[in-house]
């Protein structure tokens, strides 16, 4: 009995359809609230985690997944708004280390509080604990390496 790989369409497509439906529910609840959308809402989280360190904008786009442009426009954004203050680099005299301040904590956790109310009908509403268990365990799966004998 020979077994063959699963189809990886029968995978993605939901699963891409599934992540924009409930991006979509999160946007539109930050939205009906008169918050800003997720992408401020990454930006604030990755900085709050980092802590009093901060983070220089290429680590922003690196954990953004956006391209250069992309993070400076919203750094900018969020500079202009409060959120984030900019410090010189110590050792680079070009570099900059972003770092949140209490209003951009204030409003990710404002954010945060729409962010999981629209989550937890578009996800527990379908899933049970174990089924939601198990399928954080799969997606883990995929973010690991693929075995090099599988490549």
């Known amino acids: 009995m020979t077994t063959s790989a699963p189809d990886p369409f029968a995978v993605w497509l ?32 990755e900085l709050e985690c980092a802590g009093d360190t901060g983070l220089r904008p290429y680590e922003l786009q690196e954990k953004l997944l956006l391209p250069q442009y992309g993070v400076s426009r919203l750094a900018d954004r969020l500079a202009r708004a409060g959120y984030l203050t900019r410090q010189d680099c110590s050792g680079d005299g070009r570099g900059q280390v972003l770092l949140l301040t209490p209003e951009g904590a204030r409003i990710r956790a404002q954010m945060w509080e ?13 899933l049970s604990t174990g089924e939601a268990r198990r399928l954080a365990e799969l997606l883990g799966k995929l973010l690991r390496p693929a075995p090099a004998d599988k490549i």
């Open 14 to 45: 939901p699963l891409a359809r599934a992540h924009k439906t409930i991006l979509t529910a999160v946007e539109t609840a930050l939205k009906q609230a008169g918050l800003p959308g997720l992408d401020w809402y990454d930006l604030l989280w």
């Open 114 to 126: 729409v962010y999981a109310a629209a989550m937890e009908p578009a996800i527990s509403s379908h």
